[in-house]
Every structure is written in structure tokens, then in C-alpha cells.
């Protein structure tokens, strides 16, 4: 009874979510031109020839299977892809890192029968993949009905989830056992899916560990380490509302310490530097994204662009990941560890517990309680140049092994695919 349920009210809320999206597109979340995918509509064709769906739901999911579609392009050359993500980063994300050729992007309609039935009836998949945790049950309902194998790729089930999805019975069972191959993160993830009635599923590992390095303009680098050259630095990444206050505090502590002191800080969402800026009262800042370069005599630097996190990690080397010190959940920690930083993290980590957990073992990282906590571990860092780079050097072993796995996981892909 769920199942039908779930598809009426998705169809009555049709007129509502039209008025959402539009809401959206007003708040920059949503591409005004690009709204009719939302509702399963396109202005691309479907390509000729074998044609894989993928779906990554945002960013982080997304730049985990950019390796994948690498080592597709060689295990099904004939074939083209169609990717769908649904945030606006992300497909900004992707059009920077591949461009055009065999690789479509769309946006993922919303789970409403109409808009995935034309959305399915336009683009004809010959097989679907879904990252992570994306269960859609009108997606699924309609892939099965079409008889369009599915694939649940480096797929992650908490134990809360896990927990909520069991109350929900042959519900549950019809939704995940009707995946022809489910890869999981961890054994523990594994575990969880077959309970929940997943057929074929394997663990062969995570493919956040195999994804490349965030991409770094060379001479933007060269730039950049030229202009921090000789002055005590750190770097707060991927912070969130609340934790640029705490990030100001620590600052406020070390700079009597530490003559010069810049503390560089990257938005989650660059967007909010005007707001971070106007919110570190008492303190020189400036912004990059107005053109401004570091405080001259120590301050806050918020580099409040898109897409330069990478170089910011590879030029300072020494890193707090946001989303940590307030209850987020944490971003990802693997691309700074890819990139030779020394890394810390606040308490809230439950979104990268696994990576977290993996890199401590190997003395990786560091996990602290507060601001003041996080204050003396900066402190130390600065202080001691080997202790940093050993730190580095664990953190850069463990991001780099699983490099073989996005081969797996294409074969996989492409076997799902009818022979041509």
C-alpha cells in the first residue's frame, strides 16, 4: 500500500512543488532556464546508441564517480552517458571537469509519476545508476517497470536510516531488492542493504578514497604561495553559519602568539562572504572575491570564490574541514588529505565518520572538541613543521587506496549494459 500511496501523493503535490522550484530559482537555488527538467522535460536529444543514467544527488557524490566516468569512457567506448545531479553546484561542478562530448547533464526531475515517466520515455536508459543514497521510489518504480537494470553505487545506509527504512517492510524490500547489483562503501553499509532486501551486493570499498585531487591552476598556485610566503597561515575550509564565529575566536586567540597571523577562510557557500565579512567584527578581513588579496599586517582572508579549494589546500597545507564545529555533519576530509594538508576536524563528523575514522588509525588527523581546542592544535602545527608534514604524509597514504576501484565499478556499469 505504501508504494501507491507515495505516488499519489507525489502526484497531488505536483502544483505545490512547480511553486517550489520557482521559489528556488528565485534564491539562486535552481536554473530559471532549466526548470522544465525539473518536471521531465528536455531540450537534448537522447543520443544514438547504448546510453547509461547516472545520478549523483550534489557535489560531494558527484566528484566521487568523475573517476568512474574516466574509466567507462574505456569500458564501454560505444556508449554515452547521461548524467543527472540535482543542485546547481553540481552541475556547475561538472561542466568545469567534463566537458560536453558523450557526457549529457540534465536535471534529475522531482519524484513525481508524471515528470519521471517523460523523463524515462525521452532519454530510453538502457541501464541506470543511482550514488550513495539516492532512493527515489517513483524513479525505481518506473525504471523497474520498464525493465531498466539498476545499479546502487557506493551505496551508504547509516543505522538511522537503516532503523527508519525497516518500519517500512515490503516497502523497503520492493525499493533496494530491485537493484540487479548494489556496491557498498563498507561491510557495515553491505550488511545493512541485504537486511533491507538487496540482492547482489558487495563492499569493494569507497570510491570518496579514489577520487582525484581537486584541481589546481599550477600558476594560480605558484601566485598564491608567493603572496603567504613567510607568514604563520591556516586554513578554515568548507565552513558553515555559526562556525565562521568560532573560526574568528580562534584567530583572536592565536594572533598575539603568532606576529602576522592570517586565517584564511572558504565558505561552503561562497555566496555568504558578504555576511562572514560584515559578521568578524574587530578584525582586519578582506575578500577575494571583491579582488582583495590577504590583510597586510595578519587578519582574515575569506576566499569567497567558486572553485578554488583545491588550490587553497595545496598552497597553506594545513587545514580545519568545515561543517565540524557545528551539528552538520562535516564535509569531506579526503580532499585535503589528497592535496599534503594536516588536518583537523571538530566533533559533528557523522556525514564522513568512516573517512574520519580511517585517517585517525592512521594518525591523519586530528579530531577536536572546541574552538580552543582547535586554537592549540593550530598552534602547534605552526610550531612544528615535521609533526605537520608526518601528519600530511598518513593523510595523503590512506585518500589514495582505493585507485583501482573506479575501473571496478565501470566494468560493473558497463556489463549492465545490453551488448551491442
Known amino acids: 500500500m505504501i508504494g501507491p500511496l507515495y505516488g499519489g501523493v507525489a502526484t497531488l503535490a505536483a502544483p505545490a512543488l512547480r511553486l517550489l522550484l520557482a521559489r528556488r530559482a528565485r534564491r539562486g537555488k535552481e536554473v530559471p532556464a532549466r526548470l522544465a527538467?525539473?518536471?521531465?522535460?528536455?531540450?537534448?536529444?537522447?543520443?544514438?546508441?547504448?546510453?547509461?543514467?547516472?545520478?549523483?544527488?550534489?557535489?560531494?557524490?558527484?566528484?566521487?564517480?568523475?573517476?568512474v566516468l574516466e574509466a567507462f569512457a574505456v569500458a564501454a567506448p560505444d556508449a554515452s552517458v547521461l548524467f543527472t545531479t540535482g543542485t546547481v553546484t553540481s552541475a556547475e561542478l561538472l561542466a568545469r571537469r567534463v566537458p560536453g562530448g558523450r557526457v549529457l547533464?540534465?536535471?534529475?526531475?522531482?519524484?513525481?509519476?508524471?515528470?519521471?515517466?517523460?523523463?524515462?520515455?525521452?532519454?530510453?536508459?538502457?541501464?541506470?545508476?543511482?550514488?550513495?543514497?539516492?532512493?527515489?521510489?517513483?524513479?525505481?518504480?518506473?525504471?523497474?517497470?520498464?525493465?531498466?537494470?539498476?545499479?546502487?553505487?557506493?551505496?551508504?545506509?547509516?543505522?538511522?536510516s537503516f532503523a527508519r527504512w525497516r518500519r517500512a517492510g515490503g516497502f523497503a524490500r520492493s525499493l533496494f531488492g530491485g537493484f540487479a547489483q548494489v556496491q557498498a562503501q563498507s561491510a557495515a553499509d553491505a550488511g545493512r542493504l541485504r537486511a533491507l532486501?538487496?540482492?547482489?551486493?558487495?563492499?569493494?570499498?569507497?570510491?570518496?578514497?579514489?577520487?582525484?585531487?581537486?584541481?589546481?591552476?599550477?600558476?594560480?598556485?605558484?601566485?598564491?604561495?608567493?603572496?603567504?610566503?613567510?607568514?604563520?597561515?591556516?586554513?578554515?575550509?568548507?565552513?558553515?553559519?555559526?562556525?565562521?564565529?568560532?573560526?574568528?575566536a580562534v584567530h583572536r586567540a592565536l594572533a598575539p602568539r603568532l606576529p602576522g597571523l592570517l586565517t584564511v577562510i572558504v565558505p561552503r557557500h561562497p555566496a555568504r562572504g558578504p555576511e562572514i565579512a560584515a559578521s568578524l567584527t574587530g578584525l582586519a578581513v578582506t575578500r577575494r572575491a571583491a579582488g582583495e588579496g590577504p590583510p597586510a599586517e595578519g587578519g582574515v582572508w575569506i576566499a569567497d570564490t567558486l572553485g578554488e579549494l583545491g588550490l587553497f589546500y595545496a598552497a597553506i597545507g594545513l587545514a580545519f574541514v568545515g561543517g565540524s564545529l557545528v551539528a552538520h555533519g562535516g564535509q569531506n576530509v579526503l580532499e585535503p588529505a589528497r592535496l599534503g594538508c594536516a588536518i583537523a576536524v571538530g566533533p559533528h563528523v557523522a556525514n564522513f565518520a568512516e573517512p574520519v575514522a580511517v585517517l585517525a588509525a592512521a594518525g591523519g588527523i586530528a579530531q577536536v572538541a572546541d574552538a580552543a581546542a582547535l586554537a592549540d592544535?593550530?598552534?602547534?602545527?605552526?610550531?612544528?613543521?615535521?609533526?605537520?608534514?608526518a601528519m600530511a604524509d598518513a593523510a595523503r597514504r590512506v585518500a589514495t587506496r582505493d585507485a583501482d576501484l573506479p575501473h571496478q565499478v565501470a566494468a560493473a556499469l558497463a556489463a549492465l549494459l545490453p551488448p551491442t
Open 197 to 248: 532486501g538487496a540482492g547482489t551486493v558487495s563492499a569493494p570499498g569507497n570510491l570518496k578514497f579514489a577520487a582525484p585531487p581537486l584541481p589546481v591552476d599550477p600558476a594560480g598556485l605558484a601566485a598564491l604561495r608567493a603572496a603567504l610566503a613567510g607568514r604563520p597561515v591556516w586554513l578554515a575550509a568548507s565552513t558553515h553559519p555559526g562556525e565562521e564565529a568560532l573560526i574568528g
Open 377 to 389: 592544535w593550530v598552534a602547534a602545527m605552526l610550531a612544528d613543521a615535521p609533526r605537520r608534514t
Open 37 to 67: 527538467e525539473r518536471r521531465g522535460l528536455s531540450a537534448l536529444p537522447r543520443p544514438p546508441g547504448r546510453l547509461l543514467w547516472l545520478h549523483a544527488a550534489s557535489v560531494g557524490e558527484t566528484v566521487s564517480v568523475l573517476p
Open 105 to 160: 547533464h540534465q536535471f534529475v526531475p522531482l519524484d513525481v509519476p508524471r515528470w519521471v515517466g517523460r523523463f524515462l520515455d525521452h532519454w530510453q536508459p538502457d541501464a541506470a545508476a543511482f550514488v550513495e543514497s539516492e532512493i527515489w521510489p517513483n524513479l525505481l518504480a518506473a525504471c523497474r517497470a520498464r525493465q531498466i537494470p539498476l545499479m546502487l553505487v557506493n551505496a551508504r545506509l547509516s543505522a538511522r
